[in-house]
């Protein structure tokens, strides 16, 4: 394991190259498809949600040879599943830089990598949750900052005409119970965008 200090856009590099190295599918989740999507503002971890079963030992080397070890994780849920649901971990150096890396096993995390999109952030193009899957996210973690994202990426889709799948939205929000925190954003912006 290497001790190079790493910033956020280092480990965010460093990051991308171990994805590719082991061909792991992935879309990155959280803030950084709000740069994309929505609106700048200031994140300080990086998160992402993956797909992987038997190479999840060649990730985590692939990391620890850029510096990102696995300090913690949450589950797994079921007790027959080898693998956790979430990996915290962090980079080297006095102010490591924290990667969350969410172990897909949910449809829903399924089709987030499926449908991911390509977008420049961070100065590399890379798989980013869709806008709608971002949004689901959001609403479900529902934290005031998660709120802004919403908004920040609904403003931002109707500033640029983009119309978004609201299939998608409604048939998610629906199936986590959450359609009556997608029900004012449909009010206010409609289906025109």
């Not at 394991?1 to 082991?22: K, R, S």
């Not at 060649?58 to 990996?87: F, S």
């Not at 629906?174 to 997608?182: C, V």
């Amino acid at each position: 394991m290497t001790n190079v200090p790493l910033d956020l856009g280092h480990t965010f590099l460093a990051v991308i190259q171990a994805l590719e190295e082991t061909g792991t599918a992935h879309a990155f989740i959280g803030a950084l498809p709000v740069l994309a999507w929505g609106r700048v503002r200031a994140t300080t971890d990086i998160d992402l949600v993956i797909a992987i079963r038997d190479d999840w030992d060649q990730l985590l080397a692939a990391l620890a040879r850029r510096g990102i070890v696995q300090g913690r994780q949450i589950g797994p849920a079921d007790r027959n599943d080898g693998l956790p649901d979430i990996a915290v971990m962090f980079s080297s150096g006095e102010r490591p830089v924290r990667v969350d890396v969410f172990i897909a096993k949910t449809d829903f995390e399924r089709v987030v990598i499926e449908t991911a999109r390509a977008a420049p952030v961070l100065g590399a193009t890379v798989r980013l949750a869709r806008p709608e899957a971002s949004i689901i996210y959001k609403l479900l973690a529902q934290r005031r900052r998660d709120l802004d994202d919403v908004d920040g990426i609904f403003a931002a889709r109707a500033a640029a005409r983009e119309k978004l799948d609201w299939r998608f939205l409604e048939a998610w929000a629906d199936a986590w119970g959450i359609a009556d925190r997608l029900a004012p954003y449909k009010t206010r912006y409609g289906t025109k965008y």
